[in-house]
Structures are given as C-alpha cells and as structure tokens.
C-alpha cells in the first residue's frame, strides 16, 4: 500500500524492503507518524501553508502541527525529543514551538534553552532563537509560528524579567495579549502562549485526550469542548515522556494513535478545530496530514 510517493512502512519491522536507505530518505516511518532520521526531503517541505488560509480565522480554528520541547536535540536518550533543527522543524512545517529555559547563577547574562527534565544546555540562547524564528518569518510573511516558553532554574524571576526585556526589542513581531488573534492579524509574528511559569500571552488549555499514553473517549472529549474550541482558547495536545523513560520509544507508540485521529478526522465538521498537536520526533507525513484538516 502507498501513499503518495512512499510505502506505508512500520518502524521497526522485520519486513522492511531491502531499499537502499538513499531511495527512502523520510520514508521508513511513513504511516505511523515517528521519524528519527535527521535528512528532510526537499520534496516534503511546507513553508508557506498558512498563506491560503482567510485573514479572519481565528488561530484557534486551525490544527496546527508543534513540537514538544522544541530544542532538545541533544543529552541523551531519556532527554532528546527531536531529530530536527529549528530551521527544519520551520520548513516543514512545524507551527508551534515548545521551549524550555532559564538561567542557574544569577550572574548569567542570556537565557539559555535547557530540556525539560535533566536541564542539559541545548547550546543556544532564548533570543538567539526568537530571531532565527523572525528569520524564517520575514522569507514567509504570511506564516505565524506560536510559542510557548517554559521557564526552569532557581531564578526563574530573574530570567523571566531577562525575556520580557529581550521581547521589547522584537515588540511589533509578537502578539502577547490574552484574546485568541485572527490570523491577518499575526502574520509574520510570534504568538506567545501563556504558561503558569511565564504567564505571558494568549490563553490556552491541555485538551486530555490522552491518558496513560492512550488516546480515549476523543469525539465524546471534543464535544464537551467544541463551543471554546474554536474561539475562546487555543486547545494543546501533547504527551510527554516521563523523566526515566525514552519519549523515542514513547513517540514511536504515541505518534502511530495521533496519525489514526488525524486520518479519521479528515473531513469531519470542525476537522482544523483539533487545535494544537505537540510531537516527539514527528514524520512530515503527520504533519502534512495535521495541515491537510485545515
């Protein structure tokens, strides 16, 4: 069975074709939604999908394929949750960015990006990631990439008085204020989300559909919440690996369950209305597929 130029493969089998490896660069995972493979296909790039749609829908209204903690690439396999750089995750199409930081001594002048659990150095400062995201932006005017900033450390007041100092540098770039914006109104910006630790931006909610790694009770969830859904808040789906175990093997198991909702949501009443979907080690199949609803 194919879809589109790639076979429905699945991770890990024992039946892979014996393809060289350079004839299937982003496909061994296709069809159940995981990827760790570092190389992204030019042919699967989608850096301009938000230009199609109405300036007047609410980016709440949207399904919008993100990234759990964003910039974890490195510190081993019980804290790396992604394969891909910023400008990959950019390119093909990732929308919302999950980001870990802080400062551990108080005489720190940056805001270093950290994961979450084991607060290993990813190697770059919070701002120098604002501005390769306005980087990407200013090439693609009518994107928005969302953002939510997670603040980590002994002085988290400290670094949080840090970013807000280093956003009024970018203050027309970003949107911060707590109504859910059209999309005409933030293109070529960030939208910050608010977080309890950095209450800065536009309110938001964890969607639950998923317990204990499962997908359960999702249309009955997704009625209960339809009325906010698409216009009072923007609705989060994430499940994050816990601190001892491997969100590679969680996502392996997790992504296959979110490609299954995907499918099974296209074309459905209020199919983009899905919200926010927040990946460990996404294919750009899952993603193209979270655009798709719309």
């Not at 900033?149 to 007041?157: A, E, F, I, M, P």
Request: proline residues 4%.
């Amino acid at each position: 069975l194919s879809h589109g130029k790639c076979k429905l493969l699945t991770c890990g089998s024992n039946h892979l074709p014996t393809v060289p490896s350079s004839r299937l660069p982003s496909c061994v995972c296709t069809g159940v939604g995981f990827n760790d493979k570092s190389e992204l296909d030019s042919g699967l790039l989608n850096r301009k999908w938000m230009a199609s749609i109405p300036d007047a829908t609410l980016v709440s209204a949207i399904a919008v394929p993100g990234t759990h903690e964003s910039l974890t690439l490195s510190g081993g396999p019980l804290a790396v949750t992604q394969v891909w750089t910023l400008e990959k995750q950019l390119n093909v199409g990732i929308r919302y960015l999950d980001i870990h930081a802080g400062i551990w001594f108080p005489t720190n002048k940056e805001v270093g990006i950290r994961d979450a659990n084991w607060h290993f150095s990813q190697g770059v400062t919070f701002t120098a990631v604002v501005k390769k995201v306005l980087a990407f932006l200013d090439e693609n005017g009518g994107e928005a990439v969302l953002m939510k900033v997670t603040l980590h450390g002994l002085y988290q007041d400290q670094a949080a008085g840090m970013v807000e100092q280093q956003l009024q540098r970018f203050e027309g770039r970003i949107w911060r204020k707590v109504s859910v914006p059209e999309l005409g109104q933030v293109r070529g910006k960030i939208v910050f989300l608010q977080n309890r630790k950095f209450p800065l931006g536009t309110e938001n909610h964890r969607s639950y559909l998923f317990e204990s790694n499962q997908l359960k009770d999702v249309e009955k969830k997704l009625r209960h919440i339809r009325w906010h859904l698409c216009g009072h808040y923007i609705l989060l789906t994430q499940n994050a690996a816990a601190a001892l175990h491997r969100p590679k093997a969680l996502a392996r198991y997790v992504n296959r369950q979110l490609s299954d909702l995907v499918r099974r949501r296209r074309g459905a009443a209020g199919a983009g209305c899905l919200g926010v979907i927040s990946m460990d080690f996404p294919s750009a199949e899952l993603i193209r597929n979270i655009i798709q609803l719309g």
